[in-house]
T-cell receptor, first 114, second 111 residues
């Protein structure tokens, strides 16, 4: 069974640009979660999508947004990039919103903002 | 927001030693999970705990869900070089659905 996949692996942008990160959940999983992990820090919850709807968002500004597609894959968009947005962005999936505690992570996208 | 206090922040041990780390909170959790993250990769789920007092093992790893529902510990016995990495606890708050993560414990093993 394939795990959670994310693309791209690395992304380099300049300040003010927009970044788009993609995630494909484990087959059969309907919930997708996005986390930000700044260097040397823990995971900060960003967004949660289930069945195409945003279910919850963390304490991040509105320039962090995303969506979930009918096939349950997801995009995270970060507008007006700032230097402090440089981090590893992790996507996780769970079977559904009831089993949201059972999250499986992808390898992450390393975003560097210069 | 809700926080988990994970300790220690880092550990430097000799190969073969046992390791213990824990997470505490002022809030009640209905699920505790322990993850391991290798450099440049996403966290991998090691153990999931669903009931207060539950003690679960996964090979050399043992974790327990505290009776008060506010804490959990992870033990690693007879550490080996591949145990190196960052260990995160995570909890699902009672009545909530998102996970809250601890700050991580960085484990370094001297051969």
């Amino acid at each position: 069974e394939a795990g959670v996949t994310q693309s791209p692996t690395h992304l380099i942008k300049t300040r003010g640009q927009q970044a788009t990160l993609r995630c494909s959940p484990i087959s059969g999983h309907t919930s997708v979660y996005w986390y930000q992990q700044a260097l040397g820090l823990g995971l900060q919850f960003l967004l949660w999508y289930d069945e195409g709807e945003e279910r919850n968002r963390g304490n991040f500004p509105p320039r962090f947004s995303g969506r979930q597609f009918p096939n349950y894959s997801s995009e995270l968009n970060v507008n007006a990039l700032e230097l402090e947005d440089s981090a590893l962005y992790l996507c996780a999936s769970s079977p559904d919103r009831i089993t949201s505690y059972e999250q499986y992570f992808g390898p992450g996208t390393r975003l560097t903002v210069t | 927001g809700q926080q988990l206090n994970q300790s220690p922040q880092s550990m430097f041990i000799q190969e073969g030693e046992d390791v213990s780390m824990n997470c505490t909170s002022s809030s009640i959790f209905n699920t505790w999970l322990w993850y391991k993250q290798d450099p440049g990769e996403g966290p991998v789920l090691l153990i999931a705990l669903y009931k207060a007092g539950e003690l679960t093992s996964n090979g050399r790893l043992t974790a327990q869900f505290g009776i008060t529902r506010k804490d959990s510990f992870l033990n690693i016995s007879a550490s080996i070089p591949s145990d190196v990495g960052i260990y995160f606890c995570a909890g699902q708050l009672w009545g909530a659905q998102k996970l809250v993560f601890g700050q991580g414990t960085r484990l370094t093993i001297n051969p």
